[in-house]
């Protein structure tokens, strides 16, 4: 049994038939939100970024990020991509945050020891991030755009995310006269994917901002405190990047040239967090003609895995009072996902590649 599947749009289908996948055919790499579940990416992020990519020539790839994609993609721009998405890994899996018995940590307590992770992370190593000379990050957060959500508070929050789910129930575009999408974009080259679906703010990344927009974008209402007035940005409440682009379903066919290359942990894209329960909108569409989706093949998750799952966030809840244990749980599932690595090193050595269409 094969751990990895391969989905791709008409466009990359046809690419991978005549020409199978080489590095320079990357222009960019999308990272979802979604929590735990990136564990199970990080054995082939890893060998993506410290292994094949660096092969692939001189041309820029950018990297999109939401919540922990955003944290994936970041720690991929770091001189040495696989010690850092290692101990990315090592970091997620060993969180702890203190609690009262039977009740959730605080999100001002969460914030804290998240935050002075990255500081861990990337204090001192902003310009080495931001100056890659092929990468070019662009950190996805979700910001307060109603009165409600402009600023965090114990009503206002709850009534103002109720007002987006139930404006989202009528279209994801109406969604965005409660929250906006704002991007933190590399400062020396544009995102090359028009962002003209959904109400947008773009605004450059540099030295002050990156950690502050990564905090912001790894921030899930309600178990994060909201990051206020990042600098250069409107002010304001900035929250998790899924909210909006849960899965970054973007409009990636409007691209000059290459292929989008989507690590992700199902083969479906969910364009926001709040798309969940709207299953007509996690259909492939024109947008994603020339994406290319790796993606754990269902079966292997559940024989491979532990539980037949990808880690997730019950994982927290079920484990609660046990740590130990759902940190050898998660230890296990990274450890058996070295198998997506080993199976794309593999189909990248074939002259042609059979992918499934996505749908």
Aim: proline content about 9%; aromatic content about 8%; overall charge positive.
């Amino acid at each position: 049994m094969t751990a990895l599947q391969i989905w791709a749009g008409p466009r990359a289908r046809q690419h991978l038939q005549e020409h199978g996948l080489q590095p320079a055919d990357v222009r960019v790499m999308p990272a979802a939100a979604g929590g735990p579940k990136g564990l199970a990416l990080n054995p082939l992020d890893r060998y993506l970024f410290g292994h094949w990519l660096p092969g692939g020539g001189a041309q820029p790839v950018h990297l999109l990020g939401a919540s922990i994609g955003a944290w994936r993609m970041a720690s991929a721009c770091l001189a040495d991509p696989d010690a850092a998405l290692a101990r990315l890994a090592e970091d997620y899996i060993t969180q702890t945050y203190e609690h009262r018995p039977g009740k959730p940590p605080l999100p001002a307590h969460v914030s804290e020891v998240f935050g002075a992770k990255l500081a861990e992370h990337f204090a001192g190593r902003e310009a080495e991030v931001l100056q890659h000379p092929r990468y070019r990050l662009h950190v996805f957060t979700s910001r307060g755009h109603h009165p409600l959500l402009r600023r965090e508070g114990r009503w206002r929050t709850p009534l103002g995310y109720l007002g987006a789910f139930a404006s989202n129930a009528v279209s994801r575009s109406a969604m965005g006269g409660w929250l906006e999408r704002v991007v933190f974009q590399d400062a020396r080259d544009a995102l090359p994917v028009p962002l003209t679906d959904f109400r947008t703010h773009a605004v450059p990344l540099s030295p002050v901002n990156l950690r502050p927009s990564v905090l912001a974008s790894c921030s899930i209402p309600f178990w994060l405190q909201a990051v206020r007035d990042i600098p250069g940005a409107p002010p304001g409440a900035y929250w998790d990047g899924g909210i909006t682009d849960y899965h970054l379903h973007l409009d990636y066919a409007a691209m000059a040239e290459g292929l989008v290359l989507y690590p992700h942990f199902q083969s479906s894209l969910v364009p926001g967090w709040l798309d969940k329960a709207w299953r007509s909108r996690h259909r492939a569409s024109h947008r994603l003609d020339n994406v290319v989706v790796l993606a754990p093949d269902p079966h292997w998750v559940a024989q491979s895995l532990p539980g037949g799952k990808l880690p997730d966030r019950t994982d927290f809840q079920r484990l609660a009072h046990d740590v130990p244990a759902r940190v050898r749980l998660w230890r296990r599932a990274l450890a058996e996902s070295q198998r997506l690595a080993d199976d794309f090193a593999a189909l990248a050595a074939r002259p042609s590649i059979e992918a499934r269409p996505l749908v």
